[in-house]
């Protein structure tokens, strides 16, 4: 038979970890349908009966973020043979909060109490065996970074599965809450068997005004009139509000149960000591945002400068090493004009050009990952929130911004780390905004072309429209699409710890084969596409002249879009198609149409097809318009969805349209 | 008087939770239960958010939602 565990445990409990010592490298990515919430799931090693889906990390089960729901609907819907929930035992009271939730789903289960090791070090003493018979499930001490403990979990793990052990206890609390559980777990039994759902879940998440839970069961009105006197009797009595009730009654429970179960000094832990010495630094007053700022510079350095440049000039020689040498073979074998373009123009210069992001998205992620896992990526959440609030984000929005500057490929990745879907479509949205390092080139030939003199300023101002439209953007989303209020930002500071190379290298592998997927798959299929109506014409005959191309042709169907930003000319229609294959070819597309050997050539011929407003407003969609392949690419993955992807592309592209035109027109009025 | 206001250092003990239901329930779910003991324990660079300590973790919450929460100096 085979066993599916689904792993459940808050934010920074260690689950990822433990789901990487569970899995070893064979590991699944995905989404769940609908969400931009990741689903990760893999074999247990050694046990290839066995299915381990990591959900997200949450602290309730409460209905009001999408992860929440997610792992509500998982455990409900796909009904998994046990759960393995983590807990961080240094922060116990909070982490067996989702412990006592979860047991009330009547699924069988495990409790991992993660972190072990630092509670021995700490001198603190927590009694398994009273946890054990306390909460009715088996408990099982590991420490996942130390991979203490683990096969008994497993073997735990599996023994409860298979004899299908459910949690011996539900009832946690008394008196009043107790009586008004039962009596409303009576009322809707049938309902909820219909549902599927155990009863007393359904009866503390009614009693907790669960909308979604209200709906699941299908209630007759009747019964949800008993319901509400029932709730409103409690509350009178209890004098408190129904779901205050509920939290109340569970921490009060979780309270005593380690006033039992638990020896501890009082205070904070040597690791939550030492996090304090190093926040005095990290997140002081004045020195907080210059740290900050020189641990990015120094991750952009790294990653775009010094080792990124090298080790992509080091791949991209390979690439041109394994082209030369296909090319000669093609010659050497006399195939045929097209199909030797096809292998050499399409297939090598494409996925080539796109292979050349990877060594910058490895080494990115590989400082991230020590960011993230160390712990300071909730430090710069905390140091920058205020910033992002008024835009509707909160702070954890930042570093994928920041990291949109570079490439948004990865930035757009990055967004998987964010705790709410919805601040993650919303960085996903507005990551292209932020120049990309990849448009720098088109920049320098056009303000070597028309403004020599003022290439900084205008480069400046390129930067800042893109960061002022991002803001806009982000304005006019949330009072749309997006609106209604942000998820709460409430969120841990957990203490900083040593990143684990095994979690990190994970990490990498991870987000490269990611990007290698799409790179054979989407963007391959892309690539060919746009060299096959480059290189065509209409009757399917290959071009001398890039001119005569069915891309050209194409070019001069849509130029007239472009004649109110002031550019109606077929090559810049043109330039902006290729454009989408990675923007350095619009560069190479002028200087292919216009004749010109090389970039250096075309800069003194550019003036035939712009004026320099019309140049500076091509250049404003051309910082806004819709992103390269790799990034659609990357879009469509996270937003999991091509239509979403597709509605993001012609936002993007809408927005760049507007902001060129008024550029323009505004220009044209003030006189330039 | 509300959490917001209490200075950076001191603790006090949670009297009642108000905000509207998923604020609420959020705030309820972390721990900042009625009777709770909370220290405040710094505010970022900006003046907000705050940090906060509570059942032995930190937290970091806003100000404007920290004025849901009631609590009596201690």
């Known amino acids: 038979m085979k066993l599916t565990f689904a792993l459940i445990g808050n934010q920074n409990s260690g689950k990822t970890t433990l789901f990487n010592q569970l899995t070893g490298s064979n590991q699944h990515?995905?989404?769940?349908?609908?969400?931009?919430?990741?689903?990760?799931?893999?074999?247990?090693?050694?046990?290839?009966?066995?299915?381990?889906?990591?959900?997200?990390?949450?602290?309730?089960?409460s209905p009001y973020s999408s992860e929440e729901v997610v792992t509500r609907d998982f455990i409900l819907k796909d009904k998994p043979d046990g759960i393995i929930n983590i807990a961080d035992a240094t922060n116990i009271e909070r982490n067996l909060y989702l412990t006592l939730q979860l047991t009330e789903l009547n699924v069988p289960m495990v409790l991992a109490l993660n972190m072990m090791d630092e509670i021995e070090s700490?001198?603190?003493?927590?009694?398994?065996?009273?946890?054990?018979?306390?909460?009715?499930?088996?408990?099982?001490?590991?420490?996942?970074?130390?991979?203490?403990?683990?096969?008994?979990?497993?073997?735990?793990?599996?023994?409860?599965?298979?004899?299908?052990?459910?949690?011996?206890?539900?009832?946690?609390?008394?008196?009043?809450?107790?009586?008004?559980?039962?009596?409303?777990?009576?009322?809707?039994?049938?309902?909820?068997?219909?549902?599927?759902?155990?009863p007393r879940f359904a009866a503390t998440k009614l009693i907790e005004g669960d909308a979604p839970m209200m709906k699941t069961l299908a209630l007759h009105k009747n019964e949800i009139d008993l319901i509400n006197i029932m709730v409103s009797d409690m509350?009178?009595?209890?004098?408190?509000?129904?779901?205050?009730?509920?939290?109340?009654?569970?921490?009060?429970?979780?309270?005593?149960?380690?006033?039992?179960?638990?020896?501890?000094?009082?205070?904070?832990?040597?690791?939550?000591?030492?996090?304090?010495?190093?926040?005095?630094?990290?997140?002081?007053?004045?020195?907080?945002?210059?740290?900050?700022?020189?641990?990015?510079?120094?991750?952009?350095?790294?990653?775009?400068?010094?080792?990124?440049?090298a080790l992509s000039d080091l791949f991209s020689a390979g690439i041109d090493y394994v082209t030369q040498a296909a090319d000669t073979l093609l010659t050497q074998l006399d195939i045929s004009e097209g199909l030797h373009s096809l292998i050499i123009d399409g297939v090598f210069a494409g996925v080539g050009s796109v292979l050349s992001f990877l060594p910058t998205i490895v080494i990115l992620f590989f400082f991230l990952s020590?960011?993230?896992?160390?712990?300071?990526?909730?430090?710069?959440?905390f140091v920058m929130d205020k910033l992002l609030r008024k835009v509707g984000l909160s702070g954890r929005s930042f570093v994928p911004m920041l990291i949109g500057f570079g490439c948004s490929v990865p930035a757009i990745m990055a967004t998987r780390t964010l705790a709410s879907d919805r601040d993650r479509k919303m960085t996903?949205?507005?990551?292209?905004?932020?120049?990309?390092?990849?448009?720098?080139?088109?920049?320098?030939?056009?303000?070597?072309?028309?403004f020599p003199d003022n290439g900084a300023i205008v480069m400046m101002a390129l930067y800042l429209m893109g960061m002022i439209t991002g803001i806009l953007s982000a304005i006019l989303l949330r009072h749309t699409r997006f609106h209604g209020k942000a998820v709460p930002f409430i969120m841990e500071l957990p203490s900083y710890r040593f990143p684990s190379a095994k979690s990190v290298l994970l990490h990498m592998w991870e987000k490269a084969?990611?990007?290698?997927?799409?790179?054979?798959?989407?963007?391959?299929?892309?690539?060919?596409?746009?060299?096959?109506?480059?290189?065509?014409?209409?009757?399917?005959?290959?071009?001398?002249?890039?001119?005569?191309?069915?891309?050209?042709?194409?070019?001069?169907?849509?130029?007239?879009?472009?004649?109110?930003?002031?550019?109606?000319?077929?090559?810049?229609?043109?330039?902006?198609?290729?454009?989408?294959?990675?923007?350095?070819?619009?560069v190479s597309t002028f200087a292919v149409l216009?004749?010109?050997?090389?970039?250096?050539?075309?800069?003194?011929?550019?003036?035939?097809?712009?004026?320099?407003?019309?140049?500076?407003?091509?250049?404003?969609?051309?910082?806004?318009?819709?992103?390269?392949?790799?990034?659609?690419a990357a879009v469509r993955r996270e937003l999991g969805s091509f239509k979403k992807a597709v509605l993001a592309m012609g936002y993007q592209t809408a927005i760049a349209w507007v902001v060129a035109f008024v550029v323009f027109t505004a220009g044209k009025v003030m006189g330039f | 008087m509300t959490l917001?206001?209490?200075?950076?250092?001191?603790?006090?003990?949670?009297?009642?939770?108000?905000?509207?239901?998923?604020?609420?329930?959020?705030?309820?779910?972390?721990?900042?239960?009625?009777?709770?003991?909370?220290?405040?324990?710094?505010?970022?660079?900006?003046?907000?958010?705050?940090?906060?300590?509570?059942?032995?973790?930190?937290?970091?919450?806003r100000k404007e939602d920290a004025k849901n929460i009631t609590i009596e100096r201690c």
């Open chain 1, 428 to 450: 996903i949205l507005l990551v292209p905004f932020m120049s990309c390092s990849a448009k720098l080139p088109i920049y320098a030939m056009f303000t070597a072309a028309f």
């Open chain 1, 370 to 381: 020590l960011l993230e896992d160390s712990g300071y990526m909730a430090r710069v959440a």
């Open chain 1, 122 to 198: 700490n001198g603190i003493f927590i009694d398994i065996k009273k946890l054990q018979a306390e909460l009715g499930i088996p408990v099982v001490p590991i420490s996942a970074s130390k991979n203490d403990g683990i096969e008994e979990l497993i073997e735990t793990a599996i023994k409860t599965c298979e004899q299908h052990t459910l949690p011996q206890k539900h009832d946690f609390c008394s008196g009043e809450l107790h009586k008004a559980i039962h009596a409303i777990a009576h009322i809707v039994e049938d309902h909820a068997k219909k549902a599927g759902v155990p």
């Open chain 1, 594 to 632: 216009m004749g010109a050997g090389d970039g250096d050539a075309l800069i003194p011929i550019l003036g035939q097809l712009f004026t320099p407003l019309a140049a500076f407003s091509f250049l404003t969609f051309t910082l806004l318009y819709m992103p390269c392949v790799a990034a659609m």
């Open chain 1, 235 to 309: 509350e009178h009595s209890l004098g408190t509000y129904r779901d205050a009730a509920l939290a109340d009654m569970r921490y009060a429970y979780i309270e005593v149960l380690c006033a039992n179960a638990v020896t501890k000094q009082h205070g904070e832990t040597k690791e939550q000591l030492r996090s304090l010495q190093i926040d005095a630094l990290l997140t002081h007053k004045y020195l907080a945002i210059p740290i900050f700022l020189v641990i990015m510079l120094s991750v952009f350095w790294f990653t775009f400068g010094v080792l990124g440049t």
């Open chain 1, 513 to 586: 084969k990611d990007f290698l997927v799409r790179a054979f798959t989407i963007i391959f299929l892309a690539t060919i596409i746009i060299w096959f109506l480059q290189s065509f014409d209409f009757r399917f005959h290959m071009v001398a002249d890039s001119g005569d191309s069915i891309l050209a042709s194409i070019g001069r169907l849509i130029a007239p879009l472009f004649r109110p930003l002031g550019f109606s000319d077929w090559r810049a229609a043109t330039a902006l198609l290729t454009g989408l294959t990675a923007k350095e070819a619009v």
């Open chain 1, 29 to 61: 990515v995905g989404n769940f349908p609908g969400v931009t919430v990741e689903k990760k799931e893999g074999n247990i090693r050694k046990y290839k009966n066995t299915t381990v889906v990591d959900l997200p990390g949450i602290y309730s089960l």
């Open chain 2, 4 to 61: 917001d206001t209490l200075i950076i250092g001191s603790s006090g003990i949670i009297t009642a939770v108000g905000g509207e239901p998923a604020l609420r329930r959020r705030l309820l779910d972390m721990g900042l239960t009625p009777k709770t003991k909370v220290m405040v324990r710094k505010a970022a660079p900006f003046g907000d958010p705050i940090e906060l300590f509570l059942r032995g973790y930190e937290l970091t919450i």
